[in-house]
C-alpha cells in the first residue's frame, strides 16, 4: 500500500498569503495524484488531478506540481473561503490512498 | 447538473448489515467509474472501494474487504455498497464519487453523504 504523507498538519495564514502544501508518497506515483480541498460540513471538492491539471471551474490561483514521490500544491493568494483541509490522492496502484490532510487556518 | 443522492445510512447494531444507494444523474452512469469514500467523525478521508464502468473491475481497502460488496446497475444509474459484519469502527459518513471519466479515478464530482453508526 502506497502512503501518502502531507505536511505540515496544520498552517497558520492569513488572506492573501502564499500557500505551499506538500504530499510526500512512500514509492513512486508518477503523477497520479490528486488534490481535495474540503471545507467544514461539506464533501470534498476535486482541485488538481494528474499532478497538475486543473479540474473544471477550479480557479487559476490553484496550482500542482511534482512526480514520482514529491508533490506540492499552491495556493498563490489566498480567498477566504480557501481556509479548509487538503487532502492528497493516489492512483497508481489499489488500494487507493489519501493522505492524512493539511488544514489551512485563518491567523 | 451532475446528482449524487445517497440513501441508506442510519444507525445499526454491531454485526449487523445496512445497503448504501446512490442514485446519480445528470451524465451518462455507465460510461464513469464510481468509488465510495468514508470519513470517521473528526477524521480525514479513507478510500473504501470502487468499481469500473462496467461493474466487472472491483477494488476494495484492505480494511472492508470480505465484507462490504460494491455493485451498480447501469440501468437504473445506481451505485451501492452492501456492508455486512459492521464494526464500531465504520461509523462514519460514506460519500458516493463519480471519476473523472472510464478510466480516470479520482472524483470529481461526490454525493453529500450518507451516515451510518455502529453501536449498540
Known amino acids: 500500500e502506497i502512503v501518502l504523507t502531507q505536511s505540515p498538519a496544520t498552517l497558520s495564514l492569513s488572506p492573501g498569503e502564499r500557500v505551499t502544501l506538500s504530499c510526500r508518497a512512500s514509492?513512486?506515483?508518477?503523477?497520479?495524484l490528486a488534490w481535495y480541498q474540503q471545507r467544514p460540513g461539506q464533501a470534498p471538492r476535486l482541485l488538481i488531478y494528474?499532478?497538475?491539471m486543473r479540474a473544471t471551474g477550479i480557479p487559476a490561483r490553484f496550482s500542482g506540481s511534482g512526480s514520482g514521490t514529491d508533490f506540492t500544491l499552491t495556493v498563490s493568494s489566498l480567498e477566504p473561503e480557501d481556509f479548509a483541509v487538503y487532502y492528497c490522492?493516489?492512483?497508481?496502484?489499489?488500494?487507493?490512498?489519501f493522505g492524512g490532510g493539511t488544514k489551512v487556518e485563518i491567523k | 447538473e451532475v446528482q449524487l443522492l445517497e440513501s441508506g445510512g442510519g444507525l445499526v447494531q454491531p454485526g449487523g448489515s445496512l445497503r448504501l444507494s446512490c442514485a446519480a444523474s445528470?451524465?451518462?452512469?455507465?460510461?464513469?467509474?464510481m468509488t465510495w469514500v468514508r470519513q470517521a467523525p473528526g477524521t480525514g478521508l479513507e478510500w473504501v472501494s470502487a468499481?469500473?464502468?462496467?461493474?466487472?473491475?472491483?477494488y476494495y481497502a484492505d480494511s472492508v474487504k470480505g465484507r462490504f460488496s460494491i455493485s451498480r446497475d447501469n440501468s437504473r444509474s445506481t451505485l451501492y455498497l452492501q456492508m455486512n459484519s459492521l464494526r464500531a469502527e465504520d461509523t462514519a459518513v460514506y460519500y458516493c464519487?463519480?471519476?473523472?471519466?472510464?478510466?480516470?479515478?479520482?472524483?470529481?464530482?461526490w454525493g453529500q453523504g450518507a451516515l451510518v453508526t455502529v453501536s449498540s
Open positions: 490522492q493516489h492512483r497508481r496502484n489499489w488500494p487507493l490512498t
Open positions: 464519487a463519480k471519476g473523472i471519466d472510464g478510466s480516470n479515478w479520482f472524483a470529481d464530482f
Open positions: 514509492q513512486s506515483v508518477s503523477r497520479s
Open positions: 445528470g451524465f451518462i452512469f455507465r460510461n464513469y467509474v
Open positions: 468499481a469500473d464502468s462496467g461493474g466487472d473491475g472491483i
Open positions: 494528474d499532478a497538475s
